[in-house]
């Protein structure tokens, strides 16, 4: 019983407590996210030319 509960813990702890990491995320992500959002969108609009050019 105490290692089930110990690993539905878990499962549940890894779906349920999206609230406690995206609180951690947050903070951080907050540059993360700009930086990342700014870095993906130049690769993927460069991404996206190339893709066009090589299929045309």
């Known amino acids: 019983f105490l290692p089930t509960a ?3 813990t878990s499962i549940h702890t890894q779906i349920r407590p999206p609230a406690a990491p995206s609180r951690r995320l947050n903070p951080d992500p907050a540059a993360i996210f700009a930086r990342g959002e700014r870095l993906p969108a130049g ?3 460069k991404a996206v030319p190339r893709a066009k050019r090589v299929k045309d």
Do not use: Q
């Open 6 to 8: 110990m690993s539905h």
């Open 43 to 45: 690769r993927a609009t």
